[in-house]
């Protein structure tokens, strides 16, 4: 049963916070659970904002349209496919898991488009001109602006119309704790894409060059690390797990096809980077999972309207105790 | 032919003319050495070679290729390879892993391992801390790192920007030793210093860079016998 | 809770929730005004404005509204060669600080005599009184804060229902109809959602045992829903907008909740139901509206307009539109003659009854709740007597 | 020829950017002449609410005086942006939780909305009360904060903006979306008894905002040339070694976060006032996202800069609403293309850090100014840390 | 070719300037307008008020030769690794003192220790017996250390002044209110800055450029940038970590003019330095560190002669060119 300890904190009418000590209890494990899969969506989408930041030290604002631009390609792929708004399921296991892949493909192919783009029109001719770093930023925001305002025009205001392959069914249950079908997907696939994507950077030599235009762009080209090409491949890199991440997000909430979907995510997303630490691709998955997780704990303890407050109070807690995050950033500074 | 080849070179910092109608040549197979007080525009020579900033005029000729345009990691393919003033540690990288980015455009594997071992033959010093981050070393170490990076990358044309700086006299001496070692392997080496008794007692040829231009050109050994220029630049009055 | 049966129909829906007669539908308002009009509308060189946002962060809304006054002043112009009403927009980007500029320019335009607008509650709240100082008459199609109406404004005139009727409608139907003992009431933070959950929640009184909030923008609830389960109530009241609405009953019903769901009519829109999946099915919706079969030619026109369909407030600003223009069809010349005009206004429109009481508000409304059946929303039951 | 070391100076083939051009003309006029100049140019810009005619108007779109007043106000904040961001290269996206404060303290102070039981404090009292609890707040939310560096600190004052606007969403005292009617004016009437300030007469408040930015203006020139100014510019260049040079650093960057909250705070209360209704809305992140983009876009560090960076931002689109629908898109793209062009700001000049600089440099150097020579090759990722 | 012959001192006092091959008057370079324009005596007055300027209340008499600093059983690791390995050393008030010792052997580690970049993980520094303890930074160059670093660290947007004057600063008390409103202390303050750090300027010799951005200074101007910039805190102790690095030896030589210079005016100076003509050159006394531990503590004709240090450090003896 779920008691009340209502701490009431302030002197005037209304009180101002309740904590609810006995929900939390309850529903500690499913919060874990539903925290770990949206989590690891935060987790994709943070690497992008990592990798990018590593390169540049820009804090790529237009991440968060990248990452909506893959929700709007998986969902011309669903429509191409045949489906359509409302209970439409796929039927049998193999179309689902095509039809999944091919999805996937195009939202990443579509997110690693965009950002591609984005890097190209927006931020190369900024290098060209050697523009301070904040310029970047606000060369950022600018293009977040236009591609939403675009998405706007184009689209509407409107969400596109759900459309689901798949609906979650308890895989394991124990207590009221539920694990869906789904959330082992998405848990499972954005694992093996953040490995992957670890083991690209730290160990090939592409993503040694990645880290060294980081760390020193003119030595690095002085190395012979091709600077644009890198910078190039770290935006699809970052775009093509975005879009990988809007298709896990689409799966879990196909609602989310919106021209801003993605502006809430991306900064939480960007939290979570930081959480872990910038620039560290580990550090935005440990962030990313450790803020889903939170947010929900958060949520059953204060309340739903809390649950954004709780995502910055664990930032700026843990940026008091490790200042450059919880693993620390990699990127590397001299000494004195 | 000459290996490398730069006709009436000059270079902007935007309004300030850093180098103007500098003319150079270097042979296959010389070690070359190009002195100077400061500022006089040899770091930027070094970065013009190696396609860091852009020549307002003039151009660059690399074993007969026109160069002047070309992008800075494409000469490194070439064959120019360039261990640069202040060091160019990767801070966030370890040892090994800066060392490795110097075989970036290489793919011999074995050839890779075996000059793994000379360079920390060369300074064991970097064996023992293999695995420290950059940009934790001491300065020399970082200097280590540097010249060894370049080693690595196994060059037809070596640019060293003030290699001795921040080394110990007994690494001094080595890293002379070691570029006239290479040279004698092959490899051409065009190398910056400070240490100007040193350098020209090694090099073939040498210049004299003063304030943008070259004023003086010729065998290291005339250079080193030059009053005017032992008065400038050797420290014998 | 008991659990009864293993109802697996495709889209959750509630298992244990009593079956409800269907009112017969009552008359369809044929009578409905339409900005045609007779065709015989004479007046001068006269416009009317739409003050709203249209582009910027809750563009959505305000284009919803904007083209259903696009529609109903084309259809006007169309019709009446002998009055052709000037559409004038501005855009307030639905903040309160950048209302009064546009509000100062709308009324230093002598030529606007009526306004549609403005959207939303704050913009509203910032610049009430300089409509009132100017005597211009503003219908707004959407602000929905009850206070707006109690600033004494005379030139307030709020084109929706009041939150005070469909409360006591929603909470009736709840625990008559439905028989729930125990219902959570999940907000979200607009001036409706908070408006309306606070007032269903008195009318509940004890059965209501649960909040839980959300946040506009919202897309992932598993902590509210997972709050909700533990909670296991009868009935889930949903107060806001069915952006977040959708995704919400959906990942309620994902999750096994088998009670029943209702909402308000922020969320009374094919939108809910498209974007719901499957899960909308047999969802309760409230409007304080008649249903209207008027809206077949109202969505097609719409979906020719404006390429996309009606959604939130098209209709409401679509009649707001119709009764400016009514006024201006008669020769109205001045703002005062306008004022007068929407003060003693009384007809049908597509939506509902308008009838203005002093303070602005709609007086008739009827309180009809409907069903999501098979995809499309049906009338239920009609609520107005329940409450009277 | 001198020798050894020293470059030629003589221009070559490569022009002077725009910006450096009308910094250099306006340095070597005298300080006469310097006034002679901007005593016009002051005049013009209170004269400014009485131009509303064909190029200038923002008509019939929306009301010209208040477009100025926004955009003034704009300015106001930009200044005290400036002084986190550009002066002492804090990073600060949560910048409007200062202006959302300002707002809130007057709010609190004169709605009869307000819990406060006889809210009908003046104007005038409102004013420092509002600046000072901004300014605590500022040392309340710098101190744990200013510990973090670059762009930890970003995301930490970005989460610190959204919170304050999260607690007037959630606290019930707040009121929320309900928000507070009625917010105080400055006092003062018209002949006829009316009150000057209202919220449709946009030139009071124009005026009082730019006599503001004036007397800031003044007074943030002042810091600039002094030791506080350097210390700003030394812990944005090179934090660790600004200390090593016996810079307080903590301090300073505190000091900057209070004097930037004092600022925001009282264009807080400028915006409650001229609005007369304060609610949670426009606190967010996207509008602090736009403070900082009028502080780059203007050339940030450079105080006048900012100012026309506020105007681009707030002005322009008031100014050129031909298609509303494509307003965002367009204002987006021309974001882009703006920095494409400019990309040190629309006036990108450094600061001057010495009171006694133009007799120095002339003495030392012969001429009155820094020699600029803007390399166009500044190393990447290098200096002007954020 | 060595460069590790004591016997060869050729600075002379007044900083010579490398002469060059075209033959232009030396002392030019370097100098402010004002003092180009100047005759002989006018400039030798001139720089009698520089040296003034840059040294304003000289202790030279005072106490010469008493301790001013102590390192005790120092000792720093960096997870395993030790770095400083109970070092203990004095410096003394009015001498040079060398820190010499091979790569990564500890000396710029001990700076940070001194300066408060790095706390000792044991042992204390203690400067005029007072030990530094957790003092902050910036508490530490106030008390009167400052510094050079390795890697050359300029406010590198700020113009050579600007950054001289940032030093200044450390002395100033003007507050943030006295600023804003232009109190008299905030005049006087920045009129003493403003003079000192052209004296500094011309000092060392780069009053020519003194309105460029420190970014655009060759290397050399830079370290003499750095040099300046920590005189204008007014320190008890000049730390120089490798001041001669990327000097060729007609300048080495000005160097060491330059730091005797800087002694004579009363400062006490830390000499951190690879190129033995320079350290055998200007220091009265040299420390020797090797991983981190004390090998040699000596007059530089003993440390050169100490079998371990030759061993660690000088390498084998020249074979004596030049
Ligand atoms: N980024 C830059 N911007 C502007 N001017 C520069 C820049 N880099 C170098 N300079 C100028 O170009 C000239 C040549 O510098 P360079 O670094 O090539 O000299 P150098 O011969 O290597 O000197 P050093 O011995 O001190 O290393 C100097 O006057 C310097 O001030
Ligand atoms: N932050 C750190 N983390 C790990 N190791 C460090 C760190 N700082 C210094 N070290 C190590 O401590 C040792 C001493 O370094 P230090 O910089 O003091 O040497 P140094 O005597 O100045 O050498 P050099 O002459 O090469 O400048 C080096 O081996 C270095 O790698
Ligand atoms: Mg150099
Ligand atoms: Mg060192």
Redesign the interface.
């Known amino acids: 049963m779920t008691y009340h300890l209502a701490l009431t904190l302030?002197q005037?009418?209304?009180?101002?916070i309740d904590f609810n000590v006995g929900l939390l209890a309850d529903r500690f494990w499913s919060n874990t659970v539903d925290g770990l899969a949206y989590g690891s969506i935060y987790a994709l989408v943070a690497i992008g904002y990592t990798l990018v930041?590593g390169v540049l030290?820009l804090?790529n604002?237009a991440h968060s349209e990248v990452f909506v631009v893959g929700a709007f390609g998986a969902y011309f792929t669903f429509v191409a496919l045949g489906y359509e708004p409302g209970p439409t399921l796929a039927s049998g296991l193999v179309p689902l898991i095509v039809n999944l892949v091919l999805a996937g493909i195009v939202a990443m192919i579509a997110s690693g488009v965009i950002a591609l783009i984005l890097e190209r029109?927006?931020y190369r001719?900024?290098?060209r001109?050697?523009?301070?770093?904040?310029?970047f930023?606000?060369?950022a925001?600018?293009?977040?602006?236009?591609?939403?305002?675009?998405l706007l025009?184009w689209r509407g205001g409107n969400p596109e119309p759900a459309i689901r392959l798949l609906r979650p069914q308890a895989v394991f249950e124990f207590g009221t704790t539920r694990i869906t079908n789904i959330q082992i997907i998405v848990f499972v696939a954005s694992l093996l894409l953040l490995v992957v994507a670890d083991a690209f950077v730290g160990r090939t030599r592409l993503g040694r060059g990645i880290r060294a235009v980081a760390q020193?762009?003119?030595t690095a080209a002085l190395m012979g690390v091709n600077k644009e090409r890198v910078i190039m491949l770290t935006f699809v890199l970052g775009g093509v797990l975005a879009g990988a991440a809007s298709l896990f997000y689409v799966m879990q909430i196909p609602q989310g096809v919106l021209y801003n979907g993605g502006f809430l995510l991306g900064?939480k997303a960007?939290?979570a980077a930081?959480l872990g630490g910038?620039g560290n691709l580990r550090g935005a998955l440990l962030g990313g999972l450790l803020l889903g997780v939170v947010e929900n704990y958060g949520q059953s303890l204060f309340g739903g309207?809390?649950r954004?407050?709780v995502?910055?109070?664990l930032?700026?807690a843990i940026?008091?105790v490790r200042?450059?995050?919880i693993l620390g950033e990699s990127l590397g500074k001299a000494r004195? | 032919m000459a290996l490398l080849e730069i006709a009436g070179m000059s270079v902007?910092?935007?309004?300030?003319?850093?180098l103007?109608d500098v003319s150079l040549t270097v042979e296959e197979g010389e070690i070359v050495t190009l002195i100077g007080?400061?500022?006089?525009?040899k770091t930027t020579t070094m970065r013009a070679v190696s396609g860091l900033?852009p020549l307002?005029r003039g151009s660059i000729k690399f074993n007969g290729e026109d160069i002047t345009r070309l992008r800075a990691d494409l000469r490194v393919r070439r064959g120019i390879c360039q261990s640069p003033e202040g060091r160019g540690v990767f801070p966030g990288m370890t040892v090994r892993e800066n060392l490795d980015m110097g075989c970036y455009a290489r793919k011999d594997r074995k050839g890779i391992e075996a000059d793994f071992e000379r360079v920390f033959e060369l300074f064991p010093r970097l064996k023992e801390r293999i695995s420290q981050a950059g940009g934790t070393l001491s300065g020399g170490e970082q200097q280590m790192v540097a010249i060894g990076r370049a080693l690595m990358a196994r060059p037809r044309l070596l640019l060293l920007d003030e290699p001795s700086m921040g080394l110990a006299p007994q690494f001094i001496q080595q890293i002379f030793a070691i570029i006239t070692e290479i040279n004698q392997q092959g490899t051409t080496v065009l190398l910056v210093e400070q240490n100007a008794q040193q350098a020209l007692s090694r090099a073939h040829r040498g210049y004299v860079l003063?304030?943008?231009s070259v004023t003086r050109s010729s065998a290291a050994g005339e250079l080193l016998a030059d009053p005017a220029v032992k008065e400038?630049y050797l420290g014998i009055a | 809770t008991d659990k009864t049966g293993e109802n697996k129909q495709s889209g959750g829906g509630q298992a244990n929730a009593p079956a409800i007669k269907a009112d017969p539908a009552p008359p369809l308002p044929d009578n409905a005004a339409l900005p045609a009009g007779d065709g015989k509308g004479k007046c001068g060189k006269v416009s009317i404005a739409y003050i709203g946002t249209?582009?910027?962060?809750s563009?959505a809304l305000g284009?919803n509204i904007l083209n259903g006054v696009k529609l109903a002043v084309k259809e006007h112009n169309d019709a009446n060669p002998g009055c052709q009403v000037t559409l004038?927009?501005?855009?307030s980007e639905?903040?309160?600080?950048?209302?009064?500029?546009?509000?100062?320019?709308a009324?230093?335009?002598k030529s606007i005599l009526g306004v549609v607008g403005l959207a939303?509650?704050?913009e509203s709240?910032?610049?009430g009184?300089?409509f009132n100082d100017a005597g211009l008459v503003t219908v707004t199609p959407s602000a929905t804060?009850p206070?707006l109406a109690k600033?004494g404004w005379k030139t307030f005139f709020r084109g929706l229902g009041n939150d005070a009727v469909q409360a006591p409608a929603v909470a009736a139907f709840i625990s008559d109809e439905l028989k729930a003992k125990k219902v959570c009431v999940v907000q979200d933070?607009?001036?409706y959602g908070?408006g309306l959950a606070d007032l269903v929640t008195k009318s509940l009184g004890s059965k209501a045992s649960c909040q839980q909030k959300v946040k506009t923008g919202q897309k992932e609830f598993s902590a509210v829903v997972g709050a909700i389960e533990s909670e296991k109530p009868d009935a889930v009241f949903y107060s806001g907008y069915y952006p977040e609405a959708a995704p919400f009953v959906q990942q309620l019903r994902d999750d096994g909740f088998e009670g029943s769901v209702v909402a308000p009519d922020g969320v009374r829109d094919d939108e809910f139901i498209k974007n719901a999946g499957g899960s909308a099915e047999g969802v309760y919706l409230s409007c304080p509206c008649l249903p209207s079969a008027g809206f077949t030619k109202f969505s097609k026109d719409f979906q020719a307009l404006a390429k996309r369909a009606p959604s939130t407030y098209s209709p409401e600003g679509y009649d707001a539109t119709t009764i400016l223009l009514k006024g201006l069809d008669k020769g109205l010349k001045t703002r005062a003659e306008m004022l007068n005009f929407v003060k003693n206004y009384q007809g049908q429109g597509l939506t509902k009854q308008f009838k203005w009481n002093s303070d602005g508000e709609l007086t008739e409304t009827p309180v009809w709740m409907y069903e999501v059946k098979d995809g499309k929303i049906v009338q239920l039951k009609d609520m107005t007597k329940a409450t009277s | 020829?001198?020798?050894?070391?020293?470059?030629?100076?003589?221009?070559?083939?490569?022009r002077?950017p725009f910006g450096q051009r009308v910094r250099d003309w306006w340095n070597s006029r005298s300080r006469a002449e310097q006034w002679m100049i901007a005593i016009p140019v002051v005049v013009l810009v209170y004269l400014l609410p009485m131009l509303n005619v064909f190029p200038l108007s923002?008509?019939?779109?929306?009301?010209y005086e208040?477009?100025l007043f926004?955009a003034a106000r704009l300015g106001l904040i930009a200044l005290g942006l400036n002084v986190v961001?550009g002066q002492a290269g804090l990073?600060d996206l949560g910048y409007v939780g200062f202006f959302a404060i300002g707002a809130y303290v007057a709010a609190i102070m004169t709605s009869r909305d307000s819990?406060l039981h006889n809210p009908h404090y003046s104007w005038l009292v409102v004013v420092p009360v509002a600046m000072a609890v901004t300014m605590i707040s500022g040392v309340l939310i710098g101190t744990?904060?200013l510990?973090?560096?670059g762009?930890?600190l970003?995301?930490?004052t970005?989460?610190?903006g959204?919170?304050v606007r999260?607690?007037a969403?959630?606290?019930?005292?707040l009121r929320?979306?309900?928000?507070f009617?009625d917010v105080g004016r400055p006092p003062g009437t018209h002949a006829d008894g009316s009150p000057l300030f209202t919220?449709?007469d946009?030139k009071p408040w124009y005026w009082l905002t730019v006599t503001f930015i004036i007397v800031i203006l003044l007074?943030i020139g002042?810091?600039e040339?002094?030791?506080?100014?350097?210390?700003w510019?030394?812990i944005r260049?090179?934090e660790?070694?600004?200390?090593?040079?016996?810079?307080?650093?903590f301090r300073f960057k505190v000091?900057a976060f209070v004097?930037g909250a004092a600022i925001g705070g009282l264009s807080g209360v400028l915006?409650a006032g001229?609005?007369?209704?304060?609610?949670n809305?426009?606190f967010?992140?996207?509008t602090s996202?736009l403070f900082?983009?009028a502080v780059?876009?203007g050339g940030?560090g450079n105080k006048v800069g900012v100012l026309l960076g506020a105007l681009v931002i707030s002005y322009l689109p008031?100014r050129f609403?031909l298609a509303?629908?494509?307003?965002?898109?367009a204002?987006?793209?021309?974001?882009?293309v703006l920095?494409?062009f400019r990309?040190?700001?629309l006036l990108g000049a450094?600061q001057r850090?010495?009171?006694?600089?133009r007799q120095?440099?002339?003495?030392?150097?012969?001429?009155p100014?820094?020699?600029?020579?803007?390399?166009?090759?500044?190393?990447?990722?290098?200096?002007?840390?954020? | 070719m060595s460069d590790t012959q004591p016997g060869t001192q050729p600075g002379s006092p007044s900083g010579t300037?490398?002469g060059?091959p075209?033959g232009?008057p030396p002392d030019?370079?370097?100098l402010?307008?004002?003092a180009r324009e100047m005759t002989e005596e006018e400039r030798a007055a001139h720089f009698a008020e520089v040296a003034e300027a840059v040294a304003p209340d000289r202790e030279i008499a005072v106490g010469v030769g008493d301790t001013l600093l102590e390192l005790r059983d120092v000792t720093l690791r960096f997870g395993g690794l030790t770095a400083l390995d109970e070092v203990s050393f004095d410096l003394r008030r009015g001498e040079i003192l060398g820190l010499i010792g091979p790569n990564g052997a500890g000396k710029t580690t001990c700076f940070n220790v001194m300066?408060?970049?790095y706390r000792p993980t044991s042992g204390q520094v203690r400067l005029e017996g007072r030990p530094l303890g957790r003092l902050?930074?910036?508490r530490i160059?106030?008390y009167g250390i400052?510094?050079t670093?390795q890697n050359i660290?300029?406010?590198?947007?700020?113009?050579a002044?600007?950054n001289v004057?940032?030093?200044a600063?450390?002395?100033?008390r003007?507050s943030?209110v006295g600023?804003?409103?232009?109190l008299p202390r905030?005049?006087r303050?920045?009129?003493e800055?403003?003079d000192r750090?052209?004296a500094l300027?011309e000092f060392v010799g780069i009053?020519?450029?003194?309105?460029?951005?420190a970014?655009?200074l060759?290397y050399?101007?830079q370290r003499r940038l750095e040099i300046a910039?920590?005189l204008a805190?007014e320190p008890k102790i000049l730390c120089l970590d490798e001041p001669a690095a990327g000097f060729n030896p007609a300048e080495k030589d000005d160097l060491m003019s330059l730091i005797r210079r800087i002694r004579d005016d009363g400062y006490t100076v830390l000499l951190i330095e690879h190129d033995m003509r320079v350290v055998m050159g200007v220091t009265d006394r040299i420390v020797v560190l090797e991983f981190g531990k004390k090998i040699a503590d000596g007059t530089p004709a003993e440390v050169r002669d100490d079998p371990a240090v030759v061993a660690a450090y000088l390498g084998v003896p020249d074979d004596g060119a030049a």
């Open positions: 302030a005037t009418e209304s009180h101002w930041y030290r804090i604002f029109v927006a001719p900024l290098r001109r050697n523009a301070p770093r904040l310029v930023l606000i060369t925001i600018g293009a977040s602006f236009a591609i939403q305002q675009a025009i020193d762009p003119d900064i960007f939290t930081v910038i309207e809390w954004d407050v995502a910055f109070v930032l700026i940026l008091m200042p450059t995050g004195v | 902007h910092y935007g309004r300030i003319e850093a103007r007080a400061n500022g006089a525009g900033i307002s003063e304030t943008g400038a | 249209i582009a910027g962060a563009a284009l004038k927009q501005f855009d639905g903040s309160p600080d950048k209302a009064p500029g546009v509000v100062t320019q009324i230093n335009d939303f509650s704050g709240k910032a610049v009184k300089a804060n206070n600033n933070d607009s001036e908070i | 020829m001198s020798a050894g070391v020293g470059t030629q100076r003589d221009p070559g083939t490569v002077a923002t008509e019939p779109w929306t009301d208040l477009a926004n961001l990073l819990f744990p904060t510990r973090l560096r762009d930890y970003a995301i930490v970005l989460g610190f959204e919170m999260l607690l969403d959630n606290l019930d005292p929320g979306n309900r928000g009617q919220q449709t946009g007074l002042n810091l040339r002094s030791r506080v100014g350097r210390a510019v030394a260049e090179d660790d070694v600004a200390e090593l040079m016996g810079i307080p650093t000091w004097m915006y001229q609005v007369g209704f304060v609610n809305q426009r967010d992140v996207v996202i900082v983009a780059v876009l940030s008031d609403q509303p629908q494509y307003r965002f898109l204002f987006g793209l021309a974001l882009i920095m494409i990309p040190q700001g450094r850090l010495l009171a006694r600089g120095a440099y002339q003495r030392l150097v012969g001429a100014e820094p020699v600029s020579a803007d390399s166009a090759l500044t190393e990447q990722g290098k200096g002007g840390d954020l | 300037q490398p060059t075209s232009t030019v370079e370097g402010s307008a004002e300066t408060g970049v902050k930074r910036h160059t106030r400052a510094r670093f660290r300029l406010f590198d947007e700020m113009t002044l600007e004057v940032v030093g600063d450390a002395r100033h003007t943030v600023a804003l409103c232009r905030h005049w303050e920045e009129r800055g403003v750090a052209m300027l009053a020519d450029r003194a309105a460029d951005r970014k655009n060759p050399g101007y910039r920590a805190t």
